[in-house]
């Protein structure tokens, strides 16, 4: 089976996320391990974590926006037949890329802002801007997964692969 490049864009981004994922657990094991053993706190161990806590948060947005597979309430979607189903995605979704759309442009001006400003974290004095940067990026990704699942919604409904939900009691 070929996956179409849309596809192996959206794997790519979410590789990305889960990426950040690792990195985030790893800086949070290694500092809570030398600062308990060893008694060494890692210089801007604090601002570093904080920074890829930020850059998980947005790359996570991306993964998550395109699958549908955040926390939703589905009272009325539950309720009613699948083409009413359907428009009611279509329309969550486009308000979903309002939000983010708005959210990214925001964060731009965050990003060029520590630049202009010059920030640095406390204890190497690193620039602050990179890490800002990463997470637009990973804004910019959102939209583009979400622009993605609203042509597909609309267009080629058929190309959209659902999770598969599992009732738990």
């Known amino acids: 089976m070929k996956r179409s490049w849309m596809d192996r864009v959206i794997d790519s981004i979410e590789w990305i996320a889960a990426g950040f994922v690792g990195i985030v657990a790893l800086d949070i094991f290694l500092s809570v391990l030398l600062r ?22 947005f790359w996570g947005i991306a993964a998550t926006s395109y699958r549908g597979t955040h926390i939703t309430v589905d009272l009325v979607w539950g309720n009613v037949g699948p083409r009413h189903q359907r428009w009611i995605d279509v329309f969550a979704t486009l308000v979903l890329l309002f939000v983010v759309t708005v959210q990214t442009w925001t964060l731009f001006d965050k990003v ?30 959102a939209v583009l997964l979400i622009a993605i699942r609203t042509y597909r919604l609309i267009f080629h409904p058929e190309d959209m692969h659902e999770p598969k939900i599992k009732v738990t009691e």
């Open 36 to 57: 308990n053993t060893l008694n060494y706190s890692i210089p801007d161990s604090f601002d570093i974590g904080r920074m890829l806590l930020g850059i998980l948060i």
């Open 112 to 141: 060029r802002g520590t630049y202009n400003d010059n920030v640095q974290t406390f204890d190497l004095h690193m620039p602050v801007w990179p890490f800002f940067l990463v997470a637009w990026i990973g804004d910019v990704c």
